[in-house]
């Protein structure tokens, strides 16, 4: 374990005018995000630089037209903990700019770059600004970022958690969080005042899949150090629209130099340690109204992921009134909740740690000094059980599941064996019955005219062939005698 200590960032100036004029022809696909990036970019609102500690986050966004979310994302990560938020504004026109401005903990940014070409490097130039040396979590504007027993431990015991092991990245997992009431594109149930987490309470993980990171084309040069965390796709966008969801992210990076954040995709990170814990990406798409504004532009301006919008826009048109809520469906009560159904992972070193970290924040509490001292360790043993309670259960959950998923594979050779061999069957009555319709063919052909004349020819052709034989060899023995 090593000590990290954030490192200072070179500090560029911002331009002014000329956002809009600058367009270089770096694109998706490479260049250097500070060099393509920060010539575009207009300084709009609060600090252009935050000092922080090792153990404090900054969050950065890239956002357009994201007003519905703003009030709900900024409260969120403020009482998460995070130390300031920065946005780097993408051409909003719904009044996004306006409503961040009035916050004091935020910087708002803005870019006139194509979004289409330069969302990597948009991504990567942020957490290079911002967050080099230092942890950083970059998200979008309708995802709320969460981490296992943030009830028991603040942001900044995490980031100890991660230093301490020298982690330079975090696995988050998206969970699509929708409202109890259908979607009918009225927006009457998607007030800007009202927070997305009181009505978006439900969640479905009814439909995910599973599959192992490490065969994953772009995993690459990443260290994975817990064996447990997977990739999970799917969910309910593939239940209601029919698309393929990937759902693992990595939000949270530490920038070392050697960390390649949204290597290849938004999802991906190359060059990471990864830490034995999940964390969870609240995603609130579902917004009734926007979610068809929002499909209904992306298929116009020809987005990057114009096929998943005119999924959404085909089932929205085609189902005005759409119940997203099903019979699987749950209502999150905490982010612990995801422990117990297997959505999210910990190890045992994390929750012995947070066990730790529990026990030390109790005993400072003036109510379990002193004479209190029992009631203290009877509530930590009571909570460390529950803890333990809830490993035991994972570990015989995953060995279950490892258990079905042989039976099934167990299954699939059984069936590809039985397959096999219904299929050599059949061969085999195709040759026999082939080989009784050639007797039949042959049987009749013997019993014809035909065949017996040929019979005739037969053996007048024998007779001639041997007195062909008899006469030459008559006229070799003449031969000899002379």
Known sequence: MKERNPAEPERLPLGQNHAEEYAPDDGRMGGDPVRVVHPSVEHLHGPEEVAYEADELVVVCLVRDGQPYVMSFVEHYLSLGVKHIFFLDNGSTDGTVEALKGYDSVTVLRTALPFKRYDLLVRQYLIERFGRGRWCLCVDIDELFDYPYSDVVGIG???????????????????????????????????????????????????????????????????????????????????????????????????????????????????????DITCVLLHYKFLDAHLREQAARAVQEGSRRGQNYKKYLQVLEGTPILRIKQDTSKEIEGVNDLLENGFLIVSEEYVGWVNAEEEKSVFLQPAFQGEQDGLADAFLKARRQERTKTLKVRSLERQLLKRDRKIRSLER?????????????????????????????????????????????????????????????RAKLLRYNR
């Open 413 to 473: 050779q059984l069936l590809k064996r039985d397959l096999k061999i219904r299929n050599s069957k059949q061969n085999q009555l195709l040759l026999k019955k082939r080989v009784r319709i050639l007797e039949r063919e042959l049987q009749g052909t013997r019993s014809s005219r035909s065949w017996r004349l040929l019979n005739k020819l037969g053996g007048i052709w024998a007779r001639v062939s041997m007195g062909r034989k008899g006469k030459e060899s």
């Open 157 to 275: 015991s995490l980031l100890r958690y991660l230093n301490e092991r020298s982690y330079t990245a975090v696995v988050a997992q998206m969970l699509d969080m929708f409202p109890e009431e259908p979607l009918s594109g009225s927006g009457a149930g998607n007030p800007l005042d009202e927070p997305l987490k009181e009505r978006h309470r439900f969640y479905d993980i009814s439909n995910i899949r599973r599959k192992s990171m490490r065969g994953h084309p772009l995993f690459r040069n990443n260290t994975l150090e817990s064996k447990e965390i997977e990739g999970l796709r799917y969910g309910i966008r593939r239940s209601l629209f029919g698309f393929r969801a990937n759902l693992t992210k990595f939000p949270l990076v530490f920038s070392d130099g050697r960390v390649t954040p949204f290597d290849g995709s938004t999802h991906w990170v190359d060059n990471a340690r990864i830490a």
